[in-house]
Nanobody, 122 residues
């Protein structure tokens, strides 16, 4: 089993920045992928970014490319999402997730955190 705990969400003004963190515990076998998704009220869960276990592959959704950056620290079992130039449309619950392969759909991911709320005021 893998457990994921997100932190770092909060209230920020438009144009501001936040850095989300996700702590992974439990055993992972072989290579794996960590990703960030978000879900706004009344909307489907949306892929944001992913990074493979060794950092060799990084992908971003077009909606956040150039504003968000995903990184990881395997020694600390952490993955981060640096979010810059935040907009009110970025308001959502943000989730980290783990998968055994590269994918951008929620069903591709096996484990999920509980989420952290990000609210961007105009």
């Amino acid at each position: 089993q893998v457990q994921l705990v997100e932190s770092g969400g909060g209230l920020v003004q438009a144009g501001g920045s936040l850095k989300l963190s996700c702590l992974r515990s439990g055993r992972t076998f072989g290579t794996y992928v960590m990703a960030w998704f978000r879900q706004a009220p009344g909307k489907e869960r949306e892929f944001l970014a992913l990074i493979t276990w060794n950092g060799s592959t990084i992908r971003y959704a077009d909606s956040v490319k150039g504003r968000f950056s995903i990184t990881r620290d395997n020694a600390k079992a952490m993955v981060y999402l640096q979010m810059n130039r935040l907009e009110p449309e970025d308001t959502a619950v943000y989730y980290c997730a783990v998968a055994t392969g590269v994918g951008i759909r929620p069903p591709d991911y096996d484990y999920w955190g509980q989420g952290t709320q990000v609210t961007v005021s105009s």
